[in-house]
């Protein structure tokens, strides 16, 4: 008596699955709120003012980016520049690409979390310096 109702009841289930697995992913991101630089620092140097630019992933996070925009949702950030520049990311871990664009000198990234440093440099356009925690 079952066999009539399995090639409906597989796609439901099958169905059921992949929706509770994609819910799992939407919950894993973390809310920040308005508090976007509590997480890694990093700082760039060019101490002879060279160009750079600078690409950071992180796993996903919700901010508020305005009254408007609650919940802005980011899993990166990209920075372009001159010389020197430092922030933080959002969350804890993350890595950071420094690539040099352009000018004379070297250019180099480092990451500090809990007394942990991670530098990397480069001189080369070609050759970009990453450093991370994850």
């Not at 009539?4 to 992949?18: D, K, Y």
């Not at 600078?54 to 901010?63: E, G, H, K, Q, S």
């Not at 040099?100 to 050759?127: H, L, S, W």
Request: net charge positive; aromatic share 6%.
């Amino acid at each position: 008596m079952m066999r009539p109702f399995l090639p409906i009841l597989l796609p439901i289930v099958a169905a059921t699955l992949l929706v509770a697995a994609g819910s799992t992913v939407a919950r894993a991101q973390t809310h920040v709120g308005a508090q976007h630089d509590q997480g890694v620092h990093w700082a760039v140097a060019a101490p002879q003012g060279a160009s750079w630019s600078l690409a950071c992933r992180f796993p996903p996070v919700t901010m508020e980016m305005s009254n408007y925009d609650r919940a802005h949702w980011a899993n990166g950030l990209t920075r372009t520049g001159r010389g020197p520049m430092a922030g933080r990311l959002p969350v804890d871990n993350g890595y950071c690409t420094l690539t040099k664009t352009g000018g004379p000198g070297a250019v180099a990234i480092a990451m500090v979390r809990n007394g942990e440093i991670q530098a990397r440099g480069t001189i080369d356009p070609a050759r970009p310096a990453s450093v991370g925690f994850l």
